[in-house]
């Protein structure tokens, strides 16, 4: 079981950026998937974006992004520190949410397929 902390939100103007990122704490396999969700009042959650690793040869496998952030959000992460980070430019109104951090073994974009979440952050972005 991992332990995931989220880090990073607050509020910021449109157009601006933050970055969010999400340590793991705890036993980690072989090759692992963390995925950012968000969450706005009234609306259900939806997938941000994942990005898929293997721990042993450090390397990326995939990165998937919704296409609402596409060309906007990036991955990245370090494999010393056990965190990922979820770089936001060019922020919108409707990315206004509670992002959350997710753990899964396989890459996914269904929520359900994640087993440990994060507590989440809040992002707020003002017009």
């Known amino acids: 079981q991992v332990e995931l902390v989220e880090s990073g939100g607050g509020l910021v103007q449109v157009g601006g950026s933050l970055r969010l990122s999400c340590a793991t704490s705890?036993?980690?396999?072989?090759?692992?998937?963390r995925g950012w969700f968000r969450q706005a009042p009234g609306k259900e959650r939806e997938f941000v974006a994942a990005?898929?690793?293997?721990?042993?040869?450090?390397?990326?496998?995939?990165?998937d992004y919704s296409d609402s952030v596409k060309g906007r959000f990036s991955l990245s992460r370090d494999n010393v520190k056990k965190t990922v980070f979820l770089q936001m430019n060019s922020l919108k109104p409707e990315d206004t949410g509670v992002y959350y951090c997710?753990?899964?073994?396989?890459?996914?974009?269904?929520?359900?397929?994640?087993?440990?979440w994060g507590q989440g952050t809040q992002v707020t972005v003002s017009s």
């Open positions: 997710a753990s899964s073994k396989i890459r996914t974009e269904v929520a359900d397929l994640y087993d440990s």
């Open positions: 705890g036993l980690t396999g072989v090759g692992d998937t």
């Open positions: 990005i898929s690793w293997s721990w042993e040869a450090n390397i990326d496998y995939a990165l």
